[in-house]
């Protein structure tokens, strides 16, 4: 709501009562009804003189049920006024906040779920199969508004308008209300993440992840390798917690810079040594990074799922020959994603001549499309003497 929205007043149905029976009122009707089915949250009780008003939801058949239901118990008068709205109120749901303001035929298009990344909800529509495109785009407009109604730290709202692509896996996005500003700042397990919704990648459906690979068993001095780190989520939140040190890579130069800034504004146990650069040059023998890291490195973490099974021999130039561990992400087909991800990983590593020597965790991360997943397989590689 804005301040013009805060004080406009509609005309609505109210239960006058005496102060004296207020109370008797409240408790009765969270016995016999859901509080909120009665009272509108949208507009302020008021206080005239010895009465206050209660304002009642718009809908006459609970009005008729409680007012036959207390006729005899409680004096009491419906007066019709006009409401003021209640700066505080916040719907609870996206259908609560839209209802009677689509149309029917739309309701179904509501999304089911949305990412929010800092104080920016990014949205997905499926378009219905006919539909006049004015009145469409007029239908997203009302449905970012109740996203931020819904959600009070949200400020601007963005429709995904296609597929994550290109090398710095970004996504064309469409403004739909509130502020129009791509940047943020996005808070996760206790660290704080500048970036640019439009210039770098980020999802926050990884949460979970991240937080569970930053609580494993790493440990102390670990040197560990982010081959696509991004703004830094994994690497930060990893050495947050652990005394490490942490090469982190990225591409993307925005991201690179927003990992550099992400680095120095988290409080940090390990050290993190920030790249903008592609990984696949550590493999060349020329190249000064690579020489440092080669066969040096414990743990590596291959966060890129359309490509990560590319970037096996890097992995393989990096590890210590003695083994380390590898987190290893990938989109694999149902129904047998985790299968197919770990031959294809597998067979992938035999070609180096290095080997599986332990899974020790596989899962499912997130449904990706209908007919693929994302899968992560934790395993220890190590090098086979030729």
Not at 171 to 184: F, M
Request: aromatic share 10%.
């Amino acid at each position: 709501m804005n301040d013009k929205d805060l004080n406009k007043k509609v005309e609505i149905t109210f239960l006058k009562l005496k102060k004296t029976d207020a109370q008797y009122f409240i408790q009765f009707i969270k016995v016999k009804f859901k509080h909120d089915s009665i009272i509108d949250q949208r507009y302020k009780l008021e206080h005239k003189e010895n009465y206050i008003l209660f304002p009642l939801v718009e809908n006459k058949n609970i009005i008729d049920k409680l007012v036959k239901t207390i006729d005899n118990l409680i004096s009491f008068e419906l007066v019709s006024r006009e409401g003021i709205n209640n700066p505080n109120f916040k719907y609870r749901t996206l259908e609560e906040a839209l209802r009677g303001k689509i149309p029917p035929n739309y309701l179904n298009l509501i999304p089911s779920s949305y990412d929010i990344i800092g104080n920016i909800a990014i949205l997905e529509f499926e378009k219905p199969d006919q539909t006049n495109n004015g009145k469409y785009d007029e239908f997203k407009k009302l449905v970012a508004k109740a996203v931020i109604d819904v959600n009070k730290n949200v400020l601007s709202v963005f429709e995904k308008k296609s597929q994550i692509k290109g090398s710095y896996r970004l996504r064309d996005l469409a403004y739909l209300g509130g502020e129009n500003n791509t940047k943020t700042v996005h808070k996760e397990n206790d660290c704080i993440f500048h970036l640019d919704i439009k210039t770098t990648y980020f999802s926050p459906r990884l949460v979970y992840e991240r937080r569970r690979i930053s609580e494993s068993n790493i440990q102390e001095n670990e040197v560990i390798v982010d081959m696509f780190s991004g703004v830094g989520t994994f690497s930060i939140q990893i050495a947050k917690l652990n005394p490490v040190e942490i090469h982190a890579f990225d591409l993307n130069p925005a991201a690179y810079s927003f990992l550099k800034k992400n680095i120095s504004l988290n409080k940090l146990k390990g050290k993190i040594f920030p790249y903008n650069l592609n990984t696949k040059e550590m493999a060349n023998h020329s190249n000064q990074i690579g020489k440092k890291l080669h066969n040096n490195i414990d743990r590596i973490i291959m966060n890129l799922p359309e490509y990560s099974i590319d970037f096996i021999d890097v992995a393989c130039f990096l590890m210590k020959k003695s083994g380390g561990i590898l987190h290893f992400y990938q989109f694999s087909e149902k129904p047998n994603a985790i299968d197919i991800s770990i031959g294809t990983l597998k067979k992938k590593l035999n070609e180096f001549n290095w080997a599986t020597d332990k899974i020790f965790d596989t899962k499912i991360v997130k449904s990706y499309s209908p007919k693929a997943e994302l899968v992560v397989v934790d395993l220890y590689m190590k090098y086979l003497n030729s």
